[in-house]
């Protein structure tokens, strides 16, 4: 069914209006995904950075308790 030609101008008006806040709102949507995305990424990063300072910490304790007990005996 056609629109009358009065309100064909308030409905397009309402089209392009309703496209616009659409798009608004996915714009937003992808910047936090990404922001969040990125912010995890760093995260993982750190995580794996202090995991292995952790994991060589721990090896060198091992190598000391060892040699403490191997001068011990």
């Known amino acids: 069914m056609p629109i009358p030609a009065h309100q064909r101008k308030d409905f397009v008006a309402y089209a392009y209006q309703r496209r616009n806040n659409l798009l608004q709102n996915l714009r937003a949507i992808l910047l936090y995904d990404w922001g969040n995305q990125d912010m995890l990424n760093a ?31």
């Open 43 to 73: 995260n993982a990063v750190q995580s794996s950075d202090e995991y292995v300072a952790e994991l060589m910490a721990k090896g060198k304790s091992y190598i000391e308790k060892g040699r403490n007990l191997k001068s011990g005996k």
